[in-house]
């Protein structure tokens, strides 16, 4: 099946640090790729659609200046959380889309981010 | 605005039984998506089975298959003879296939096996 990759697994940065997060598709071209924020015990929560060549697309409430997409090549995202803050602590997850007739999202393992 | 809601945020169930976990939605659109996910404890999110909403016929995959009753806006998944692997956290997960692939969440269900 398809792999997505994506790295690191686990960053403990300082206050006032950026953090960039890479996402890569292995197998696969992937034109739409999507980065989620999960709290503990709860739902992903989307926070922006990532398309090859264009701006990012954000949801409504994440600041965009502050979380940085950057989507350069069709099998690499990534994310970039600028002055990090512990009110930033959290686990985020990249997907991307195989397109095509199932059109299925497939996901990275998630990167646990802790800033002190 | 589409939600999906899943009530029952614990599960538990015996080793070798059957077990069903509930997912219900809210659209006013006809063409869709609908998805199980699987997060396990390593957290990486697992596809376990799809839904088109066009299709009448319940999608299965081995163990896996779904209840899926378009005009009650419901969307069950049945997990026969539950193995120690199936324990996860289980989200279900809609899609318009106008929405340019968007998934939107369950709260999820955590599923646990006892053996």
């Known amino acids: 099946g398809a792999v997505v990759s994506q790295h690191p697994s686990w960053v403990i940065c300082k206050s006032g640090t950026s953090v960039k997060i890479e996402c890569r598709s292995l197998?696969?071209?992937?034109?739409?790729m999507f980065w989620y924020r999960q709290f503990p015990k709860q739902s992903l929560m989307l926070m922006a659609t990532?398309?090859?060549?264009?701006?990012?697309?954000?949801e409504q409430g994440v600041e965009k200046d502050k979380f940085l997409i950057n989507h350069a090549s069709l099998t690499l995202s990534t994310l970039t959380v600028t002055s990090a803050h512990p009110e930033d602590s959290s686990f985020y997850i990249c997907?991307?889309?195989?397109?095509?007739?199932?059109?299925?999202?497939?996901f990275g393992a998630g990167t646990r981010l802790s800033v002190l | 605005a589409q939600t999906v809601t899943q009530s029952q945020p614990e599960m538990s169930v015996q080793e070798a039984e059957t077990v069903t976990l509930s997912c219900t939605y809210d659209?006013?659109?006809?063409?869709?998506?609908l998805f199980w996910y699987k997060q396990p404890p390593s957290r990486q999110m697992i596809l376990v089975i799809r839904?088109?909403?066009?299709?009448?016929q319940n999608a299965t995959e081995n163990r896996f298959s779904v209840n899926f009753q378009k005009a009650a806006k419901s969307f069950s998944l049945k997990i026969s003879d539950s193995q120690l692997g199936d324990a996860a956290m289980y989200f279900c997960?809609?899609?318009?296939?106008?929405?340019?692939?968007?998934?939107?969440f369950g709260e999820g269900t955590q599923l646990t096996v006892n053996p």
């Open positions: 990532s398309n090859e060549g264009s701006k990012a697309t954000y």
């Open positions: 997960a809609y899609r318009l296939e106008t929405s340019g692939s968007r998934l939107t």
């Open positions: 197998d696969f071209q992937a034109t739409t």
């Open positions: 839904q088109e909403a066009y299709k009448q």
């Open positions: 997907s991307a889309r195989l397109a095509g007739v199932k059109n299925i999202q497939y």
């Open positions: 659209t006013s659109e006809s063409d869709y998506y």
